[in-house]
């Protein structure tokens, strides 16, 4: 009775974007202090059967005598009852260009390679609808001899621009659009491009003069990505070792224009920073259509500042400064 022509999607995202920043940008490479892990995962839809489990885990390094930062970042996202499966492996590279006042730039990029394939045994065809539902007898469905893995290449830059207590970034992945069609046709992922950026407040005074560290860091995330486009916005608060943030997802004065929704989430964020060891959760609350039925999202992120230089443990004026972030 139906016919579906054509479908669109968007990449993975992170409501914990800054937690996950070399996926937002590759300049982000090489911008903490020293060695950083971080693994992040998200749990999109829990209350819907076989919703999107994404996971990553990434590894980048601050090589301030070549100016430079080099890292890796690898994703898998699971989708759907068939187990769609995304794995990509995301080789970065950054380049640290200081200007006056101690400004810097930082241009980045990409190479990575991607895999994706299906569960061809959780499938069911036409044919297989009238001998049984589980889809154990054989299919003659001419689709399912075409359909298999795929493997490509991908490709994306950034740049990015901060000081003690602002930065401001753009980021393009998929510059190559590559193909990911599992039947050998045309499936190309468009294009994404984002903007992304915040300062960081200090607060010294009245209730918060005091031994500990506190701040309050606004920031945001715009991206866009084929026909559909999308913003983060809020507000984060750190009172050492807590972190508080609160965020909302959507572009109301869209008013689902293009099939975009125009209001998606309210994100709660807590969480915990000590001195290299850092982990938060997040809690998306539905605010679209789709409503609380969804689940909404959880998210977990967990970082570690390791530093494993032999070299003598005393501190020396820093030729680069780490980019900020709304914790640090």
């Known amino acids: 009775m139906f016919c579906i022509l054509q479908s669109g999607a968007q990449d993975p995202h992170f409501s914990q974007y800054y937690a996950a920043p070399t996926y937002l940008n590759p300049a982000f490479a090489g911008t903490g202090a020293?060695?950083?892990?971080?693994?992040?995962?998200?749990?999109?839809?829990?209350?819907i059967s076989n919703g999107f489990v994404t996971y990553a885990f990434s590894y980048d390094h601050n090589m301030s005598d070549l100016k430079s930062g080099v890292g890796i970042l690898v994703m898998s996202d699971r989708a759907g009852s068939a187990a769609l499966q995304s794995t990509t492996v995301n080789f970065l590279y950054s380049y640290k260009i200081q200007l006056a006042n101690k400004w810097i730039v930082t241009p980045g990029l990409y190479f990575g390679y991607g895999y994706r394939d299906i569960d061809f045994n959780s499938l069911v065809f036409g044919d297989q609808l009238e001998f049984q539902s589980d889809g154990q007898v054989p299919t003659q469905d001419l689709q399912a001899s075409q359909l298999g893995s795929v493997h490509y290449f991908d490709v994306g830059s950034g740049l990015l621009i901060y000081n003690k207590t602002f930065w401001v970034g753009f980021a393009a992945s998929h510059i190559n659009e590559p193909n990911r069609s599992l039947l050998g046709e045309e499936s190309q992922v468009p294009m994404k491009t984002s903007v992304h950026a915040g300062f960081r407040v200090p607060l010294y005074s009245g209730m918060f003069k005091k031994k500990r560290i506190s701040s309050l860091a606004p920031s945001m995330v715009y991206q866009r990505q084929g026909d559909f486009d999308q913003l983060d916005i809020g507000l984060h608060f750190l009172y050492e070792p807590i972190m508080?943030?609160?965020?909302?997802?959507?572009?109301?004065?869209?008013q689902d224009v293009n099939d975009n929704v125009s209001q998606d989430a309210i994100v709660l964020i807590l969480g915990v920073r000590f001195d290299r060891l850092e982990t938060a959760y997040s809690y998306d609350f539905t605010v679209s259509e789709l409503g609380p039925i969804s689940g909404g999202a959880h998210e977990v992120s967990?970082?570690?500042s390791l530093d494993l230089s032999l070299r003598s443990k005393v501190k020396k004026p820093e030729k680069f400064i780490p980019c900020p972030t709304f914790n640090k």
């Open 302 to 304: 967990l970082k570690y």
């Open 244 to 254: 508080i943030g609160l965020w909302y997802r959507g572009i109301p004065i869209q």
């Open 34 to 47: 020293d060695h950083r892990f971080i693994a992040n995962y998200r749990n999109q839809w829990p209350e």
